[in-house]
């Protein structure tokens, strides 16, 4: 081919390339265009779905303020309710100090107003009486847009009286050289009055609108940490004190034994008894060396030269005052850990040796033995849980403590073991705290869905000809992939979330919730393929994350999930803080709190039979019943087991009137319930969805 032939061969080749290149953008633009057009459709929507939101919740605020009006009438009749509720929240004691305590207990009423179109701001009212510090009544902050749309905020001048300002004494008091304290106060409370650098992001602001004021009771009711800390702390005086006497009756007599055990006493047997440690004393016996002799051999490698020490950079900025403000805060939760009932029953031996088995009885049985069981399975470890089949009731798919998870059949006498995980690369690490029976990947199977706290989700096929629980699919929970609430509490804990309970939804086999040791209350999808981010760990299958919407998060621990077996979308879940959250899957916030017990909550399952009626057992080992369906709050119906204060972990209805309840000293209650709590009346169904319709607060 001539040169000339080659460069027509391009002309022609480029002249192609060139109409395709037009055609293809023009695809592309038209395609462009149409996407706008159908976004243009989707904010429409979104913009009449945000107007049909804001007429609900203005319609829902008028409806609420007569309340809120009765609510503080009744508050007006408790001496020091408003002081003693900032005091309680973990967020606003952070920033009181002695003075404001001493100002906010003349405080007699609080308000917040809603604008009348929501959006545009809202205002805080506190009302106080007569008192040595201001002269004002009423001291106000409003949150509003101003003129260019910007947040902006506005409050009360403080009229202070002479030489009363809490604003001014705090600084003065942090800036005097000469005089030390053990405790920095913060910065005062009042000085938020003052303060509108940044109304949008006003954190105080919020908390009262959004945490304090739809409930404030929650918070009043919370138990005095300081005064069962100093109860704590005469309780240990005395006994040192006693201690101090024994030493001295015993001195004498041992006077001349001391020069003799005075090396012992370093090196022997030694006992450590503390007051808040919940086992028995741990004795610890040391050795200076484990073998008989000891020599050194010279360095086979040349000696090195010393390396300079690095210089550690100071404390961060700021630091040194956050721990100050959150130190009596850690401290009343220290307590609180200290005097928890987690571990009630266990501290009397070593649990980890004890036996561990699963029992079964069966009630339908003419001569059952209450003490004796129908079958006793022993297993190498704890038990955490337990689930029957739902078509084969012989079938018990348990999770252990070692992460092992099992499944017993107990038609099998000799061996009850059908098949098991085993310490395979794809077991959990860590202790199973939920197995479920959920629908296989064939019609009619079921596989056995099990979570750990160490945030794995995962779903095992039965294959019970090779005896084996095979791994068909998983899923991992990890923070930074979990969709972020709008709540200012802050979740707790490190990149993976620990699952502490699950419940599947009985009209959705896609849906399960999962709550966490965090506190998260969080929705989940089976058909989630987003890929989790988490580094592979020999795992036969990739790991995904199913998180798919976050509720409010709670103060600790979530113990027990239901969802209602009467709606589709109301769920009930409880915990350490002792309280009862009825939530709509449809909203982040509750649309209910009720104080179950001033101890933990472990367990909580809805009536079969009554769909306003839900039972949670406490760390007190009491049974709760609760019906929706009273304008009270408080339980109908209160079992006291007579346990004598050991706690109650587990409880399960059954169809016919029956309520089992397991607590920690390893018995099983059967309770009958009465024809009041089992006969559903005739607008119960009615009363429930208008619960699930309302819009939380």
Not at 43 to 66: C, F, G, M, T, W
Not at 326 to 348: C, P, Q, T, Y
Request: charged content about 30%.
């Amino acid at each position: 081919m001539s040169a000339s032939a080659a460069k027509v061969s391009r002309k022609e080749q480029n002249s192609n390339h060139d109409g395709a290149d037009e055609t293809s953008e023009k695809e592309q633009q038209e395609a462009i265009e149409h996407i706008d057009e159908v976004q243009n459709e989707i904010d429409r929507l979104n913009e009449q779905a945000s107007e049909e939101i804001l007429k609900v919740e203005q319609k829902y605020n008028k409806l609420r303020q007569p309340f809120f009006q009765k609510r503080s009438e009744l508050i007006a009749k408790i001496p020091n309710f408003w002081v003693t509720t900032f005091v309680n929240h973990p967020q606003v004691s952070a920033l009181l100090g002695e003075e404001d305590e001493e100002a906010l207990h003349y405080l007699t009423r609080v308000e917040v107003t809603e604008f009348e179109d929501i959006k545009s701001g809202y205002r805080i009212d506190f009302y106080f009486d007569e008192n040595p510090y201001f002269e004002n009544k009423v001291l106000s902050k409003e949150f509003h847009l101003n003129e260019s749309g910007d947040p902006s905020s506005k409050s009360t001048e403080i009229k202070w009286k002479a030489g009363k300002d809490l604003t001014k004494r705090a600084g003065q008091t942090q800036n005097k050289a000469g005089k030390k304290r053990q405790h920095e106060e913060p910065e005062s409370f009042f000085t938020w009055f003052t303060d509108h650098s940044d109304a949008g992001a006003d954190e105080l602001g919020e908390v009262i609108k959004d945490d304090i004021w739809p409930n404030p009771l929650q918070y009043y009711l919370v138990p005095d940490m300081d005064d069962e800390e100093g109860e704590g702390e005469d309780e240990d005086d005395e006994e040192e004190e006693e201690g101090l006497e024994d030493i001295d009756e015993e001195g004498d007599e041992d006077e001349g034994e001391e020069d003799e055990e005075e090396d012992e006493g370093e090196d022997g047997e030694a006992s450590c008894i503390d007051k808040t440690c919940q086992t028995k004393p741990v004795r610890t016996a040391e050795a200076e060396v484990q073998v008989r002799s000891v020599r050194d051999c010279d360095a086979q490698t040349d000696p090195q030269e010393q390396l300079p020490q690095p210089q550690l950079s100071s404390d961060p900025p700021g630091l040194e005052d956050f721990l100050r403000r959150v130190e009596d805060m850690v401290i009343r939760e220290l307590v609180k850990n200290a005097k928890s009932h987690a571990f009630d029953g266990v501290d009397d031996g070593d649990w980890s040796t004890e036996r561990s088995c699963v029992c079964t009885w069966n009630l339908d049985r003419s001569r059952l033995n209450p003490k004796q069981p129908d079958m006793i399975i022993d297993t190498a470890t704890p038990v955490m849980c337990v689930s029957f089949h739902p078509l084969r009731p012989s079938l018990i798919a348990g999770g252990l403590y070692s992460g092992e998870v099992i499944i017993w059949d107990t038609s099998r006498t000799q061996d009850p073991v059908l098949a098991q995980t085993g310490m395979s690369p794809d077991t959990h690490r860590e202790p199973v705290y939920e197995v479920k029976w959920v629908p296989g990947a064939r019609r009619g199977e079921l596989a056995v869905l099990s979570a750990c706290s160490g945030g794995r989700i995962l779903l095992w096929s039965l294959d019970g000809v090779e005896g084996k629980l095979a791994l068909s699919s998983g899923y991992a929970l990890v923070r930074q992939q979990v969709p972020q609430s709008s709540s200012l509490s802050k979740t707790r804990g490190g990149s993976c979330i620990g699952v502490t309970a699950l419940t599947l939804s009985p009209w959705d086999t896609d849906t399960f919730l999962v709550g966490s040791e965090g506190g998260l209350v969080l929705k989940c999808s089976f058909s989630s393929q987003t890929v989790a981010a988490v580094p592979p760990d020999g795992e036969s299958v990739t790991l995904r994350s199913p998180a798919q919407f976050s509720f409010s998060p709670r103060g600790g621990p979530i113990h027990s999930l239901h969802f209602s077996p009467f709606h589709r979308n109301l769920f009930v879940s409880v915990g350490t803080d002792g309280m009862a959250h009825i939530h709509s899957i449809l909203q982040p916030r509750p649309l209910l709190a009720l104080r179950v017990s001033d101890s933990y909550v472990f367990g909580v399952r809805w009536s079969p039979v009554r769909p306003l009626v839900f039972a949670a057992v406490t760390g007190q080992g009491l049974v709760q019943v609760f019906d929706l369906g009273r304008r009270s709050l408080r339980p109908v119906a209160t079992i006291d087991q007579n346990t004598g204060g050991q706690a109650a972990y587990c409880l399960e209805f059954s169809p016919r009137q029956l309520l089992a309840v397991g607590s920690a000293d390893g018995t099983v209650n059967i309770w009958q319930l009465s024809a009041e709590l089992t006969e559903q009346g005739s607008r119960e169904t009615a009363v429930l969805e208008q619960l699930a319709n309302e819009v939380a607060e």
